[in-house]
Each structure stands twice: as C-alpha cells, then as structure tokens.
C-alpha cells in the first residue's frame, strides 16, 4: 500500500483575506476546496492511505472529507496543538503510518498546485535506492525559492535558500515541495519541536551522507502563496492548463455550478468559475475569476482576475482587477478597485467610494 501525508497546517497569512475563516487548503478552487484536487491526484497515482498534519483551523477538514471513502481513500487527521514546522509535522504524524521501515511514503504542501507525474517520483525513489527523494523544478527567477543544485545522476550535492547574488545562483532547479522518504527516515526527525525539513531535516542529512535524489519535472507548477496565484490557479484548473480529476464539470472558458444563476448576456471567460448559488447580473463581465458561493455580481460590473468571497456583493458598475474582496463583504456601486486591493471579510464600501487603480 502506499500511503502519503498532506502537510495542511499553515495559516495562509499571506492569503488573508481568504484564509480569515477558511484554512488554505480549504479555499476553493475551481469549485471545489484545492485540497480535493490534491487528495484525488494522489489517489489517482495509486495512494490508498492519507495523513492529514492539520493545525490551523483544524476542525474544517474532517467534516467535509471524512474518512476519504467518497475518493476512494483512507483518511486520518492530526492536529499540531503548536506549529511545528514542516519537519516537526512529519514527525507527529508518524505513528499513524502504517509502512514499514524501508517503504516509500509520499509527503505533499498544501498550498502546491502541480502537474507532478507521481508514479515518476515513486519509480525515481526506488531505482535509485534514495533515503529521500525531491521533485524539483526549473524556474526563470529563482531567487524567492530554495535552489537544489544535483550531479549528473540527480543526486543532490547541496540546499541553497533563497540566493541574494548572481554568483550564488548556481542552477534553476528548486525544491518544489513534493517528497517521497524512506519510512525510517521520518522517525530520525527530532520530536516535540519545530523542524524545517528545508532548513533542517534535508541539509542535516546531507551532511551525514545519507542519499538524496532529486527529479526534475517541469510541468504544470504553481505555489499558492498568494491571492493572485491562488486565483491564477483556479483559473488554470478550470482551462485545463492544470491537471486535475477532481474538476466539477467540463474544463473550458467557465464553469457554472449547479444552483448557480448567469444573466443571458453576461460574459464569462479565462477559466472563471461561479460556484453554486453565486448571481452573475445582466452585462457584467467576468474573466478569469472565482466568484464563490452566494456572492453577487451586480449589472454591468467588470470583475478580472479577482476573487469574490463567499456571500460576497459586488455592485452594478463596479470594476475590479486583480482583487480580492473577503466573505460577506459589500461593495457598492460604482467602485474601482485595481490590482492588489483587499476587502476584509464583512467589510461594506459604500457606492462610489473608491477609486484604487495600480496604474494610477
């Protein structure tokens, strides 16, 4: 059998308003919480056995997924009473693993939206004997990310955080925040502390000469740290760009879900998404969006790249680009909103109040 851990308790600080109420991995995505495309990407790669490391907002999870059976898993959760890293989680969670010492257990992030050939990774971990194997990327700018330079056989010779310089940029490869561990390997993690396997667990293993294999795959990859990925995500999800079995209906342009209600008129487009009882009023335009459930786009507004909370209103004529508007929020009529705006959950802006444009 094999089993994986999601790493799921991060707070999302920098999603907020987004993850006010709702825990980052919970935050839809192409209608359905981002976390589902990840449990049935895993379970389509022959996953049978999940350990959630829950911790933020830790009562969410269980009641929607319960025990996994509606995507044909196992599922059990642990909640960190404190943070404690990504190391630190791996290790708590680790009497609920069910392997033994030498299998393979797979360990994603949570905020990972990517077109990982799993079984790849899988194969790449066993034919090459690796105590831990890493799915890197290559990336134009790498320098917001940890660089994993490899030898000619992909065995990893060093972990760079964050290069500041020309010259410590010594390759595009980064650790793109999939792994699969050697069972045992898990248990070597210091206990009842925080552990960055990053800043930690990895470089402490190299240094006493333990295996570790790196893969490249360069598909479909995306970190949804932010509101405007997280929104390019969906998008991409809904357009196909992004692989997923979990998508709620026909990847194209839009999609509508059921109880959802779309003027005749109204244009959508750029893989918007108009979740189950949101309106969408007569000619307003909305392209490459997320509009959630219950929210309101009033006539004739023009919504881009944005992300409309749920229960969220939006009002007649009102233009938002590259925004983010939080649950229960009104906006009034007349508003213009640029990119990087945010509106606190239950905030209310009245009609023509503000003009915040990134041009300007």
Same mark, same amino acid.
């Given at each position: 059998?094999?089993?994986?851990?999601?790493?799921?308790?991060?707070?999302?600080?920098?999603?907020?308003?987004?993850?006010?109420?709702?825990?980052?991995?919970? !935050?839809?995505?192409?209608?359905?919480?981002?976390?589902?495309? /990840?449990?049935?990407?895993?379970?389509?790669?022959?996953?049978?056995?999940?350990?959630?490391?829950?911790?933020?907002?830790?009562?969410?999870?269980?009641?929607?997924?319960?025990?996994?059976?509606?995507?044909?898993?196992?599922?059990?959760? +642990?909640t960190e009473v404190e943070p404690l890293g990504t190391g630190g989680a791996l290790?708590?969670?680790?009497?609920?693993?069910?392997?033994?010492?030498?299998?393979?257990?797979?360990?994603?992030?949570?905020?990972?939206?990517?077109?990982?050939?799993?079984?790849?990774?899988?194969?790449?971990?066993?034919?090459?004997?690796?105590?831990?194997?890493?799915?890197?990327?290559?990336?134009?700018?790498?320098?917001?990310?940890?660089?994993?330079?490899?030898?000619?056989?992909?065995?990893?010779?060093?972990?760079?955080?964050?290069? /500041?310089?020309?010259?410590?940029?010594?390759?595009?490869?980064?650790?793109?925040?999939?792994? +699969?561990?050697?069972?045992?390997?898990?248990d070597t993690v210091p206990a009842g502390r925080p552990v960055s396997v990053e800043?930690?667990?990895?470089?402490?293993?190299?240094?006493?000469?333990?295996?570790?294999?790196?893969?490249?795959?360069?598909?479909?990859?995306?970190?949804?740290?932010?509101?405007?990925?997280?929104?390019?995500?969906?998008?991409?999800?809904?357009?196909?760009?992004?692989?997923?079995?979990?998508?709620?209906?026909?990847?194209?342009? *839009?999609?509508?879900?059921?109880?959802?209600?779309?003027?005749?008129?109204?244009?959508?487009?750029?893989?918007?998404?108009?979740?189950?009882?949101? !309106?969408?009023?007569?000619?307003?335009?909305?392209?490459?969006?997320? +509009?959630?459930?219950?929210?309101?786009?009033?006539?004739?507004?023009? !919504?881009?790249?944005?992300?409309?909370?749920?229960?969220?209103? +939006?009002?007649?004529?009102?233009?938002?680009?590259?925004?983010?508007?939080?649950?229960?929020?009104?906006?009034?009529?007349?508003?213009?909103?640029?990119?990087?705006?945010?509106?606190? *959950?239950?905030?209310?802006?009245?009609?023509?109040?503000?003009?915040?444009?990134?041009?300007?």
């Open positions: 059998m094999t089993e994986a851990i999601l790493l799921v308790g991060g707070r999302g600080t920098r999603l907020r308003p987004l993850t006010v109420r709702t825990p980052k991995p919970m !935050v839809p995505a192409a209608g359905v919480p981002f976390l589902t495309h /990840q449990l049935a990407r895993a379970r389509a790669a022959g996953v049978e056995h999940v350990v959630l490391a829950t911790s933020y907002l830790a009562e969410v999870f269980e009641p929607y997924f319960g025990d996994g059976s509606a995507l044909g898993l196992h599922l059990e959760y +642990v290790r708590n969670v680790a009497p609920r693993l069910r392997s033994g010492p030498d299998d393979p257990v797979l360990v994603f992030n949570g905020d990972i939206l990517t077109g990982l050939d799993i079984g790849a990774l899988l194969d790449t971990h066993r034919d090459s004997g690796a105590d831990v194997s890493l799915h890197l990327s290559r990336v134009e700018d790498p320098r917001a990310f940890g660089l994993v330079p490899t030898d000619a056989d992909g065995r990893v010779r060093a972990f760079l955080e964050k290069p /500041q310089t020309p010259e410590e940029i010594v390759t595009d490869q980064i650790n793109a925040g999939a792994y +699969v561990f050697r069972r045992s390997v898990i800043r930690e667990t990895f470089p402490g293993l190299l240094a006493a000469g333990a295996h570790l294999q790196g893969m490249v795959d360069s598909t479909y990859w995306l970190d949804l740290g932010t509101p405007q990925a997280f929104v390019r995500g969906s998008a991409d999800l809904v357009l196909g760009r992004a692989p997923s079995p979990a998508v709620p209906g026909r990847r194209g342009e *839009c999609l509508v879900l059921p109880g959802a209600s779309v003027a005749p008129d109204a244009k959508l487009s750029g893989g918007t998404v108009v979740a189950e009882g949101a !309106v969408v009023g007569a000619g307003a335009r909305v392209h490459g969006s997320a +509009v959630l459930a219950g929210a309101v786009v009033g006539p004739d507004a023009v !919504v881009t790249d944005s992300y409309v909370g749920p229960g969220a209103r +939006v009002g007649a004529r009102t233009a938002l680009s590259g925004a983010v508007v939080g649950d229960g929020a009104d906006i009034g009529a007349d508003n213009e909103l640029g990119a990087g705006a945010r509106v606190w *959950c239950d905030a209310v802006l009245p009609a023509a109040a503000i003009r915040f444009s990134s041009d300007e």
